[in-house]
């Protein structure tokens, strides 16, 4: 990808630029639709007892899979080696 990026250096500014470009309106569209004046005057309460019996436990298997994510890791083994395998034979062919 470097050697890539190397040739085409005006394509690698230009692409560069576009992803700063477009972060910084997707961060501003953001904030102008969560964070703009209330024109509406709608009031929302804070979390109850039911949203936070939801969302406690979702935060807490993302705080487990955050720090200990090699169980998820092992469901999917079997097929990645199965496609690395794979990947090789087709290079190895390829190369005949």
Do not use: C, K
């Amino acid at each position: 990808m470097a050697r890539t990026a190397a040739g085409h250096v005006g394509l690698t500014i230009a692409g560069s630029v576009g992803v700063l470009l477009t972060t910084l309106y997707a961060l501003r569209f953001i904030q102008r639709a969560y964070y703009g004046p209330n024109t509406h005057h709608w009031s929302i309460s804070d979390l109850g007892a039911r949203e936070l019996a939801i969302d406690v436990p979702m935060m807490a298997i993302l705080l487990l899979l955050g720090l200990y994510p090699q169980p998820v890791f092992n469901t999917f083994d079997a097929t990645t080696q199965h496609l690395r395998q794979y990947a090789a034979q087709s290079i190895e062919a390829s190369n005949r």
